[in-house]
């Protein structure tokens, strides 16, 4: 569900990392930046910085578990508790 005011902060950081993979757009968008993309990167950047969190771009959001679950990768576990 879309903001109505543009999110700032950790907030920010969470609603960015939760849509990351949906693309820069509907990223903007859910977190209250509607068609103001460099708005958007410009207040991600600042509150990554005031984190200690060098963003770069939105996909240095994307954990390697939303990669998996794009299919850009696989999964390697062992089948129970007792084959590890």
Do not use: W
């Amino acid at each position: 569900m879309a903001q109505t005011e543009p999110l700032k902060g950790t907030e920010l950081i969470d609603c960015a990392k939760a849509c990351a993979n949906l693309g820069l757009k509907q990223a903007a968008e859910n977190c209250g930046y509607g068609e103001d993309l460099d708005g958007f990167k410009t207040n991600l950047q600042q509150a990554g910085d005031r984190m200690g969190i060098h963003i770069n771009d939105l996909s240095d959001l994307v954990t390697p578990q939303q990669q998996v679950k794009q299919g850009r990768g696989i999964e390697i576990a062992p089948d129970s508790k007792d084959s590890l």
